[in-house]
C-alpha cells in the first residue's frame, strides 16, 4: 500500500480561518424516509492481544486500487489509543495488518492518541486524518510519516470548539475536501461542524458551525455528538452519528440535509441501538460505503458505558437501505 498527498506539501500554520460555504446543493425529493437496517449478529474485528487488546473501534474502511476493503480502525491497549489495518474481500471477514502508528510524546500528540481517523482514497494514494492530543486536534498522515503540525487546531476562546476537534470524517466533491468533526466548547457540549480544504491540509471551517446541535433534554443524544459519517443519495446528503445520553450510553441517529451544511434529523430516536451482548451500552464510530443503493456500514460497539475507552470495544457490520416515498 502506498500513502501519497499530491500536490503542494506546505501548510499555512496560524488561526483557522473561515467562510461561509456549503456543498454543491442537491435537489432529491422530499418524502418520507424509511430505513430497514440488516445487523451481523458478532463482531468482525474484535478485541485483539496487541494495541487493540482493551478496545478497537473507530473503524474507516476504504477500496484500494485492487478493489479490496481495507480498515484503518483505533486500538486501545490500557494506556494510549493506536492506529491498526486490516483488509478484507468481503466486509466481513477481516485480517488484521498490524499497528500502523502511535501517539509520539515528543510532538504536538502527546502519547495518549493518535487515531479515531478518517481515510480517503485518491488515484494518487489514501490520506489519512486523524486526532492526537488530550485538547484534541487533527492530524494527517502523508506517505509512511506524520506530516508535522497538526492540520486543524480548536477555535478561538469561547468558541464553539474551543477545547477540542476530533473524530474527522472527510469527503471529496469536486475541487474541494469537506471534513465533518467532533467540536466541544468550555462547557463540554460535544457538537458537529464542518470545513473545506483544496489540498486536505488547509482548512477553512464553516462559519456558522456548528451544523448540528445536541437533542432536547432526555433525548438520546442530548448530551454530545460525535463520529459522523456523510455520504449522498436520493438527491441528499446522509449523516449517521454517535449520540451519547446522560448515562453515557451511545447509539447511532441519522440527519438529512440538501446543502451539507443545514441538517434535520431524520428520527427523535436513534436508527441503530445494540442488540447483543458485546454492543449492549455502546453503537458508535460509523464509517460507510455506498453499494448501489445498499449502505454499508461499518461501528463500533461496547458493554461497558465509559466516557472515551475502556468499552471492551469490538468492530461489527451492518447494511443501511433507505427510502423515500412521497
Request: hydrophobic share 35%; proline share 6%; net charge positive.
Amino acid at each position: 500500500m502506498r500513502i501519497v498527498l499530491a500536490g503542494c506539501l506546505v501548510l499555512l500554520t496560524g488561526c483557522s480561518r473561515y467562510a461561509d460555504f456549503t456543498l454543491p446543493v442537491l435537489a432529491g425529493s422530499p418524502g418520507k424516509v424509511t430505513y430497514e437496517w440488516t445487523v451481523h449478529p458478532s463482531p468482525v474485528i474484535p478485541r485483539g492481544s496487541d494495541f487493540d487488546r482493551v478496545d478497537a473501534l473507530n473503524p474507516s474502511v476504504i477500496r484500494d486500487a485492487s478493489g479490496a476493503l481495507l480498515n484503518f480502525y483505533s486500538g486501545y491497549d490500557g494506556q494510549s489509543w493506536h492506529t491498526g489495518i486490516a483488509s478484507s474481500q468481503d466486509g466481513v471477514s477481516w485480517q488484521k495488518k498490524g499497528k500502523l502508528f502511535s501517539p509520539d510524546p515528543s510532538t504536538w500528540e502527546g502519547g495518549y492518541i493518535a487515531a479515531n481517523g478518517s481515510s480517503l482514497y485518491q488515484p494518487a494514494g489514501t490520506l489519512h486524518w486523524y486526532q492526537g492530543a488530550r485538547v484534541p486536534r487533527i492530524g494527517l498522515v502523508v506517505g509512511s510519516k506524520k506530516h508535522g503540525p497538526p492540520v486543524l487546531v480548536p477555535g478561538p476562546r469561547g468558541s464553539w470548539d474551543e477545547r477540542g476537534v476530533a473524530d474527522p470524517y472527510v469527503i471529496k466533491i469536486g475541487e474541494y475536501f469537506y471534513m465533518y468533526f467532533l467540536g466541544q466548547d468550555r462547557a463540554r457540549r460535544q457538537r458537529l461542524g464542518v470545513a473545506r480544504s483544496h489540498d486536505g491540509l488547509t482548512w477553512q471551517k464553516y462559519r456558522g458551525n456548528p451544523i448540528l446541535e445536541l437533542g432536547a433534554a432526555g433525548m438520546f443524544d442530548d448530551t454530545g455528538l460525535g463520529e459522523p459519517a456523510v455520504w449522498s443519495q436520493h438527491g441528499w446528503y446522509w449523516m449517521l452519528y454517535t449520540a451519547r445520553d446522560r448515562k453515557e450510553y451511545r447509539r447511532l441517529g441519522l440527519a438529512r440535509s440538501r446543502d451539507g451544511v443545514t441538517w434535520t434529523r431524520v428520527s427523535e430516536q436513534p436508527v441503530l441501538s445494540g442488540t447483543e451482548a458485546w454492543n449492549s451500552k455502546v453503537v458508535c464510530d460509523p464509517t460507510v460505503l455506498l453499494d448501489g443503493d445498499l449502505v454499508r456500514v461499518w461501528f463500533g460497539g461496547g458493554d461497558k458505558a465509559e466516557p472515551a475507552e475502556n468499552l471492551n470495544g469490538q468492530i461489527g457490520y451492518a447494511t443501511l437501505k433507505l427510502t423515500l416515498t412521497p
